[in-house]
């Protein structure tokens, strides 16, 4: 298998889907990794733990139409080119 643009592209994806697809409640919550968990105290630089979960929201929120449709695409052209 060569490494093409198309297989990078398709890589990010499955990166992007992994960050969008665990429940907050069900399973983040349960690692420690929920938004209403505390972090640090004032004046201090968050972590890196707090910054992931900062990412995490708004990674689910901004681009969940637009992984459906990146979704549809890539499956359809699995289909059709294998």
């Known amino acids: 298998?060569?490494?093409?643009?198309?297989?990078?592209?398709?890589?990010?994806?499955?990166?992007?889907?992994?960050?969008?697809?665990?429940?907050?409640?069900?399973?983040l919550n349960k690692i420690g990794w929920g938004t209403d968990q505390s972090f640090g105290g004032l004046g201090e630089e968050p972590g890196i733990k707090s910054q992931l979960v900062?990412?995490?929201?708004?990674v689910?929120?901004?681009m969940r139409l637009l992984l459906i449709v990146l979704n549809s695409v890539i499956?359809?052209?699995?289909?059709?080119?294998g």
């Open 1 to 27: 298998m060569a490494f093409t643009l198309y297989s990078l592209l398709q890589a990010a994806l499955l990166c992007v889907n992994a960050v969008a697809v665990p429940h907050e409640e069900r399973f």
């Open 54 to 58: 900062n990412l995490i929201r708004p």
């Open 60 to 62: 689910r929120m901004v």
């Open 75 to 81: 499956i359809g052209l699995l289909l059709l080119f």
